[in-house]
T-cell receptor, first 110, second 114 residues
Framework: SQQGEEDPQALSIQEGENATMNCSYK?????LQWYRQNSGRGLVHLIL?????REKHSGRLRVTLDTSKKSSSLLITASRAADTASYFC??????????FGKGTRLHILP | ETGVTQTPRHLVMGMTNKKSLKCEQH?????MYWYKQSAKKPLELMFV???????ENNSVPSRFSPECPNSSHLFLHLHTLQPEDSALYLC?????????????FGSGTRLTVV
């Protein structure tokens, strides 16, 4: 089974609203990363949060990490049409490659 | 551009053809990866190279053959593919094999097998 699982699988919101995506994982991690993928393109690294951090910001992005619940959330504030994409969480486990979840498809409605 | 360049962007090939996908990075990264992304399926890790040595091969059919001649270049040689091999093939690189600092992806090659 997947190390990281995003929720929801798909999300549609109006432009200007906030979008929240969640990620749950199973094992202890070194860090958790969020990536964005526009249709038919490669993944782009958005933000990395270490296991000893609880919250991190980057522009309109806010990531939280709760290691006790093994979960993370990605909040995109004031969404724009250009935010339409798939968003993946990826967990970095000690001495190993990162593991990607299945992704959340975000659609920003005009 | 992310620093990882994949060519070609699109490829249509017959089941009897032989073709190669190319990936190039000049980020000074030590690890490179091939992923397959099919519609409505999660990313599938195919191969991992660390310092030019293949360190992982996830039960990929032999019709896919990777090659890493140096730390900057990675190839995926294709032969006698099946229609179900049609997918987006993504190359990625990372500073460390552990991916501790994250991966940098190329834009992918959209492969269609006819």
């Amino acid at each position: 089974s997947q190390q990281g699982e995003e929720d929801p699988q798909a999300l549609s919101i109006q432009e200007g609203e906030n979008a929240t995506m969640n990620c749950s994982y199973k094992t202890s991690i070194n860090n958790l990363q969020w990536y964005r993928q526009n249709s038919g393109r490669g993944l782009v690294h958005l933000i990395l949060i270490r296991s000893n951090e609880r919250e991190k910001h980057s522009g309109r992005l806010r990531v939280t990490l709760d290691t006790s619940k093994k979960s993370s959330s990605l909040l995109i504030t004031a969404s724009r049409a250009a935010d339409t994409a798939s968003y993946f969480c990826a967990t970095a486990v000690r001495d190993d490659k990162i593991i990607f979840g299945k992704g959340t498809r975000l659609h920003i409605l005009p | 551009e992310t620093g990882v360049t994949q060519t070609p962007r699109h490829l249509v090939m017959g089941m009897t053809n032989k073709k190669s996908l190319k990936c190039e990075q000049h980020l000074g990264h030590n690890a490179m990866y091939w992923y397959k992304q099919s519609a409505k399926k999660p990313l599938e890790l195919m191969f991992v190279y660390s310092l030019e040595e293949r360190v992982e091969n996830n039960s990929v059919p032999s019709r896919f053959s990777p090659e890493c001649p140096n730390s900057s270049h990675l190839f995926l040689h294709l032969h006698t593919l099946q229609p179900e091999d049609s997918a987006l093939y993504l190359c990625a690189s990372s500073q460390l094999r552990t991916g501790y600092y994250g991966y940098t992806f190329g834009s992918g090659t959209r492969l269609t097998v006819v």
